[in-house]
């Protein structure tokens, strides 16, 4: 099994990658549709807290206090300082939190989290969305937004181009001895199971044959 890097090999890569990513990320064809789509299936409530977990440069930002306005309560939990001064500068009543979010340094209920493009970064998803679940107040909802390979001819002609993509932005990707593509896949089947098992409302839908691939979970109000 190829173990994590530790916390300050990851936060590295990405402070020095935080300026191309947040202009990158902006400018990417298609992916704000997909931000505004996961966001709006996690139904959140004027006035609720939510966690970006993960959150790189803020770009859910906007989309994210469009659904709880003025009174709710945004939390960015990020790795990578860097990554947060962007944020910082999206929205400045945002909180941010440096930390590790598999072991997420928040507190209070938490009313929804979400992670776009995070989830597959770790080596154990399952552990992760637990511990993200555990956060979530009864009703609450966790919402993912992944890469996944693509499927018949677009995967044919795309997947090698993600694969090279993967390389440049995995940090340390020369300790994996298997097909990138193959992992982020089992990642994020790991992930979405993980939700499957434990949510009582389920929303999947993917889009560019698998490329962008959404898993919106609801926890149950009361637990048996
Ligand atoms: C691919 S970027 C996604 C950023 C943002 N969520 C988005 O959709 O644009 C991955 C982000 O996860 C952060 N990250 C990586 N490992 C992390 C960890 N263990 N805890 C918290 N953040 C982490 C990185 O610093 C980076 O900002």
Redesign the pocket.
Known sequence: MVK?DP?DV??G???RW?NL?ANA?RHAPG?GRL?RLTIEEMELDTGATVV?????????FPYLTEYIGQDGRLVG????PE?LKRAARVDPASELVL????RPPIGGEIDAV?????VT??EDPEQVVDAWWSTLAPGGCLAM?NLGPMRGLAGALGNPLLRIGLRL?T?NAGRFDRNLLTVLDERMQAAQHAVEQRADRIVLYDSADGLFRVVVGTKPIHQS
Request: proline letters at 5%; a negative charge; one cysteine or more.
């Open positions: 994590s916390a990851v936060a890569f990405y402070d935080a990513y990320v992916v931000r970006d977990m993960g959150c790189g440069p803020g770009v859910n939990v990020d790795i990578a990554m930390g590790d979010g598999s979400l992670a776009t493009f995070v970064l770790f937004l932005t940090p």
